[in-house]
């Protein structure tokens, strides 16, 4: 990372912002196949992102807890943690998804995959003791205004007329004018991170055509 990637404004001392041993989120911004680099940034991360990522890592470290906690009462032998781990993210696209696909519909989340019988039992037994199928739920604050004659109209429209992801629910609370707080609501934390971001873009898109100015602030993110 550049130091000019590290903050906006001009750095006196390093230390001020980085540290040894530190902990950081940051963002990938360029990739030097040729050089085999990879240059970050602190400046370009939002904080919506950074709480974004925060939450996904937590989430797959609970998942590789809860699977070495299979493995061990399996006494699942190397090959066969690599085969179940890889069939799993194959199938459902993470670890932790996986979990809670057999927490709820028991074998058959695992019915066809070539998992140890001993280790299938293990997951059925650690997922429905462990997981519990999570609501996640995202919200933003969009400010949204127009100055055309009719502009409260289109301003309604605009809000009424979002087209929600399948399997997600959308609340709009008015805060008062111009703002108004968007809450989506899913299954999965990626996926309703990842629908609440089409929203967005369904909204600029609607700025650009009826000539609305609109704001796009994300908050805070919670699971329940």
Same mark, same amino acid.
């Given at each position: 990372?550049?130091?000019?990637? #590290?903050?906006?404004?001009?750095?006196?001392?390093?230390?001020?912002?980085?540290?040894?041993?530190?902990h950081?989120?940051?963002?990938?911004?360029?990739?030097?196949?040729?050089?085999?680099?990879?240059?970050?940034?602190l400046?370009?991360?939002?904080?919506?992102?950074?709480?974004?990522?925060?939450?996904?890592?937590?989430?797959?470290?609970?998942?590789?807890?809860?699977?070495?906690v299979?493995?061990?009462?399996a006494?699942?032998?190397?090959?066969?943690?690599? /085969?179940?781990?890889?069939?799993?993210v194959?199938?459902?696209?993470?670890?932790?998804v996986?979990?809670e696909?057999?927490?709820?519909?028991?074998?058959?989340?695992?019915?066809?995959?070539?998992?140890?019988?001993?280790?299938?039992?293990?997951?059925?037994? #650690?997922?429905?003791?462990?997981?519990?199928?999570?609501?996640?739920?995202?919200?933003?604050?969009?400010?949204?205004?127009?100055?055309?004659?009719?502009?409260?109209?289109?301003?309604?429209?605009?809000? /009424?007329e979002?087209? #929600?992801?399948?399997?997600?629910?959308?609340?709009?609370?008015?805060?008062g004018?111009?703002?108004?707080?968007? /809450?989506?609501?899913?299954?999965?934390?990626?996926? /309703?991170?990842?629908?609440?971001?089409?929203?967005?873009?369904?909204?600029?898109?609607?700025?650009?055509?009826?000539?609305?100015?609109?704001?796009?602030?994300?908050?805070?993110?919670?699971?329940?």
């Amino acid at each position: 990372m550049h130091i000019s990637e #590290v903050a906006p404004r001009w750095i006196k001392n390093i230390h001020e912002f980085l540290h040894e041993g530190q902990h950081l989120v940051a963002k990938v911004h360029h990739l030097d196949a040729a050089k085999g680099q990879v240059d970050i940034s602190l400046k370009r991360l939002t904080e919506s992102e950074r709480k974004r990522k925060l939450e996904s890592v937590r989430h797959e470290r609970r998942a590789e807890k809860l699977f070495e906690v299979a493995l061990k009462q399996a006494k699942s032998i190397p090959a066969e943690a690599v /085969t179940a781990r890889k069939l799993l993210v194959e199938k459902y696209g993470d670890l932790l998804v996986a979990l809670e696909e057999i927490s709820n519909n028991g074998e058959a989340a695992i019915a066809g995959l070539k998992i140890e019988k001993g280790l299938a039992k293990a997951l059925l037994a #650690v997922a429905q003791r462990s997981i519990r199928k999570a609501k996640a739920s995202m919200r933003a604050v969009v400010e949204i205004s127009s100055y055309a004659p009719d502009g409260v109209k289109q301003v309604q429209a605009a809000l /009424t007329e979002l087209k #929600v992801p399948e399997g997600k629910e959308l609340n709009i609370h008015y805060l008062g004018a111009p703002r108004y707080q968007v /809450t989506l609501t899913g299954a999965e934390f990626k996926d /309703t991170a990842k629908a609440l971001e089409q929203l967005h873009e369904q909204l600029e898109e609607r700025a650009k055509k009826d000539d609305l100015l609109v704001k796009w602030n994300e908050g805070e993110a919670a699971a329940a």
